[in-house]
């Protein structure tokens, strides 16, 4: 095998693979949203709320105005793979009070922040075969500086699925060393080795035809050189190096609940609100 490097074309696979994620995940149906009223917007809505129905291609807009989306979802979860939710309500800015901020209550309590940095929700086995109250508070965000302005947004995705937790660790694993080599000089034998790994892990991909079981399968694979490609290198010169490959695992929790910049967000938030 060469070690010429194709960058386009692993982008290409990082991207199919990071799609491979969402295979068979479905719409989210009976959606509905309200604009909120009240001054105080501490507490989801009141049992009068005029609620009204929405679907995925709609939009919402305003300037430093709520509005609350609802719907219901039915679990199926385990340890071994919980239910996913995918929400993509809108943009979120850089900063300065520009784009979308919202915080989803679950069963009437707040668990976290949704944005688009945040455009995923866990659902453990302790919701196992329950169908869940999903209530998300939505800002509408300023114009971030500049003359005063209404923000637009779309409802572009509201999806369950299941985890797939195998696929996205090998798409997070995959994704970084992708992204790592260009990084890399060409005198240092840490990128051909990073190469070599890309290519081997990738090779058993077949995306035209491969089912969600065959994926699953290759991820596994993928895993395992992986695995081993750390596991040989860890005792080398080379370890400092290995930080971008390991900090994608560590860094996980960060897309739950319990994410620190999760709970900066919905805390700041809920303050807004007060």
Excluded at 29 to 37: F, L
Excluded at 134 to 139: E, N, P, R, S
Excluded at 163 to 169: G, I, L, M, N
Excluded at 239 to 264: E, N
Aim: net charge positive.
């Amino acid at each position: 095998m060469t070690e010429e490097f194709n960058q386009r074309k692993a982008n290409q696979q990082v991207r199919l693979l990071h799609q491979a994620i969402y295979a068979g995940f479905t719409d989210i149906e009976g959606m509905s949203i309200w604009h909120e009223t009240r001054a105080d917007h501490r507490d989801v809505p009141p049992a009068d709320a005029d609620w009204q129905p929405v679907k995925i291609g709609d939009k919402w807009s305003g300037r430093d105005d709520y509005y609350w989306l609802r719907f219901k979802v039915q679990v199926h979860a385990s340890e071994a793979s919980q239910t996913v939710l995918r929400l993509d309500l809108g943009r979120t800015g850089e900063g300065n009070n520009s784009g979308f901020e919202s915080l989803l209550f679950l069963n009437g309590k707040a668990r976290q922040a949704v944005d688009s940095n945040h455009e995923e929700v866990f659902l453990g086995p302790e919701y196992d075969g329950q169908t869940v109250d999903i209530q998300i508070m939505m800002w509408t965000g300023l114009e971030g500086g500049g003359p005063k302005k209404s923000q637009h947004y779309v409802f572009t995705t509201a999806q369950r699925g299941p985890e797939r937790r195998t696929v996205r660790k090998a798409y997070r694993y995959l994704s970084n060393i992708v992204n790592l080599i260009p990084e890399l000089s060409e005198d240092n034998p840490l990128r051909y080795s990073y190469i070599r790994l890309v290519k081997h892990a990738f090779k058993g991909f077949f995306w035209a035809t491969a089912t969600p079981a065959e994926t699953e399968k290759n991820a596994e694979h993928a895993l395992a050189l992986i695995d081993d490609f750390i596991a040989k290198h860890q005792t080398r010169s080379w370890t400092l190096l290995l930080t971008p490959l390991v900090k994608p695992t560590l860094m996980w929790p960060g897309c739950g609940a319990t994410g620190t910049r999760v709970k900066r967000r919905a805390a700041r938030l809920r303050r807004r609100c007060a």
